[in-house]
């Protein structure tokens, strides 16, 4: 199975950037990487995802490394609305139909 | 529109209890899911509707039973829960599932306690 690794929490400062690893050594050549962030009493929510290029959005940026087994989601000035639960994700096919594996979520606790 | 929303928002029923979460989206989309999340955990995935049609069931106990009466609506029966099903069971929502690229909505979810 495609596994992500992610530390448990993190602690930022406000308006500093945050860079949140995610490790993913078995990921195939053609999966992609998924972002999400769930905060408190929330569903998940899109972040970003990406494939092999480096890729930004309004929300934040996403760092991949070369050989495509870890890459950082990266909050460019986090704000106290950034405290969440961020999941690095792969997906996984089952007779064609694609579904979501969830990492462990990094806790991110934003400093004011 | 891109909200998925989900009824109750919160439930407590006995081990005997029949009981029934709704979900509903009107984005359009093909694709719907259920998933558990237990507290301080990730969500684990259940089941995956495509199209109306139950893609993939991970494996879940047959106390649950999910529906998909029409692309707008999914329902999961419980029957005969036990206390560990205690959990917050998400819906979510994508434009289908053939891919994995397509961004799932969630709903905010149902808080279950069996008691």
């Known amino acids: 199975d495609a596994k992500t690794t992610q530390p448990n929490s993190m602690e930022s400062n406000e308006e500093e950037p945050v860079h949140l690893p995610c490790n993913h050594s078995t990921i195939s050549g053609t999966d992609y990487i998924h972002w999400y962030r769930q905060l408190p009493s929330q569903g998940p929510e899109y972040v970003i995802h990406g494939l092999t290029s480096n890729v930004n959005n309004r929300m934040a940026s996403l760092a991949i490394a070369e050989d495509r087994k870890s890459s950082t989601l990266i909050l460019h000035r986090a704000t106290l609305r950034d405290a969440a639960v961020y999941y690095c994700i792969l997906r996984e096919s089952t007779s064609g139909t694609y579904k979501y594996i969830f990492g462990t979520g990094t806790r991110l606790k934003v400093l004011a | 529109d891109t909200e998925v929303t989900q009824t109750p928002k919160h439930l407590v029923m006995g081990m005997t209890n029949k009981k029934s979460l709704k979900c509903e989206q009107h984005m359009g989309h093909r694709a719907m899911y259920w998933y558990k999340q237990k507290a301080k955990k990730p969500p684990e995935l259940m089941f995956v509707?495509?199209?109306?049609?139950?893609?993939i069931n991970e494996s879940v106990p047959s106390r649950f039973s999910p529906e998909c009466p029409n692309s707008s609506l999914l329902n999961l029966h419980l029957h005969a829960l036990q206390p560990e099903d205690s959990a917050l069971y998400l819906c979510?929502?994508?434009?289908?599932?053939?891919?994995?690229?397509?961004?799932?909505?969630f709903g905010p979810g149902t808080r279950l306690t069996v008691t």
């Open positions: 979510a929502s994508s434009q289908d599932a053939g891919t994995g690229l397509w961004e799932q909505y």
């Open positions: 509707y495509s199209y109306e049609k139950l893609s």
